[in-house]
């Protein structure tokens, strides 16, 4: 995927509507939408699906940071959400990247919507 706007808004609020009314607004003049670890705690998934309808890719802020076979079982869940991107910390060790990129050979290494 390549992004013609690189304007990325973050929408930093817990609640679904006011999420979602606040992209439908800023829609026209954006490359995509940020959605953080308390909007994805507060709504799930689901509320990530329901995000994803509105069609522009979305960055998923969820600071993935935790034993290797951990991460790896969360990625396996984000590549099930309509997500371009999301945050795999580096500090969790090459054992944790390794690990996460081994047991996801299908996983695209680009941005995917």
Same mark, same amino acid.
């Given at each position: 995927?390549s992004?013609?706007?690189?304007?990325?808004?973050?929408?930093?609020?817990?609640?679904?509507?006011?999420?979602?009314?606040?992209?439908?607004?800023?829609?026209?003049?954006?490359?995509?939408?940020?959605?953080?670890?308390?909007?994805?705690?507060?709504?799930?998934?689901?509320?990530?699906?329901?995000?994803?309808?509105?069609g522009?890719?979305?960055?998923?802020?969820?600071?993935?940071?935790?034993?290797?076979?951990?991460?790896?079982?969360?990625?396996?869940?984000?590549?099930?959400?309509?997500?371009?991107? =999301?945050?795999?910390?580096? /500090?969790?060790?090459?054992? /944790? =990247?390794?690990? /996460?990129?081994?047991?996801?050979? /299908?996983?695209?290494?680009?941005?995917?919507?």
């Amino acid at each position: 995927m390549s992004f013609h706007n690189p304007v990325f808004v973050a929408v930093d609020r817990p609640d679904l509507e006011g999420a979602g009314a606040l992209v439908r607004s800023l829609a026209p003049h954006l490359g995509g939408i940020k959605l953080g670890l308390e909007f994805f705690m507060s709504v799930g998934p689901d509320g990530i699906r329901r995000m994803g309808a509105l069609g522009l890719p979305i960055f998923l802020d969820a600071k993935l940071h935790d034993i290797p076979n951990t991460v790896a079982g969360a990625m396996r869940g984000v590549v099930e959400l309509p997500v371009a991107m =999301v945050t795999l910390h580096a /500090t969790g060790g090459l054992e /944790t =990247v390794s690990y /996460t990129h081994l047991t996801l050979p /299908t996983m695209s290494t680009t941005c995917r919507s």
